[in-house]
């Protein structure tokens, strides 16, 4: 039998009208045998419906549309937003070229543990960079 767990997802299809066939199917045969999912998808689509009969057909006014498409606009990266990315790349080459090769030249211990901070210190920003890419423009503002 399939485990509870693994039908939320197609209960949640169901409810959206994209489950297909084979979903279909399998949710009923996981439904038959288990009555809490059962009641669970009777209780969603109690609120999906009800939901939907009271923001049916709600649209939002032009004056917020106007104002999020600013906003969106304004999150767009900058023009020369290219400049940190050759910086850094500048930066970790400088790093690599230059100081680890000196540093490994000196011999020992001192040598290979000066190369890799430099070369720690040189690829921080691109690290700094490409987390802050990773976590996105952020959650907008909650509303007032
Ligand atoms: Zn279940």
Redesign the pocket.
């Known amino acids: 039998m399939?485990?509870?767990a693994d039908?939320e997802t197609l209960m949640g299809r169901r409810i959206d009208g994209t489950a297909g066939p084979a979903e279909n199917a399998r949710l009923d045969a996981?439904?038959a045998?288990?009555a809490?999912?059962?009641a669970?998808l009777a209780e969603e689509t109690a609120i999906d419906e009800a939901l939907a009969a009271h923001f049916g057909g709600a649209k939002p006014s032009t004056a917020f549309d106007a104002v999020l498409r600013q906003r969106i606009r304004g999150e767009r990266r900058p023009v020369g937003g290219w400049i940190p990315d050759v910086l850094n790349a500048a930066g970790v080459l400088l790093v690599l070229v230059g100081a680890v090769p000196v540093a490994l030249g000196w011999n020992g211990v001192t040598g290979i543990v000066v190369a890799a901070t430099a070369l720690a210190v040189g690829l921080y920003p691109l690290l700094l960079t490409t987390w802050a890419g990773d976590a996105g423009p952020g959650e907008p503002d909650p509303a007032p």
């Open positions: 399939t485990r509870c039908v996981h439904l045998a288990c809490d999912c059962a669970l």
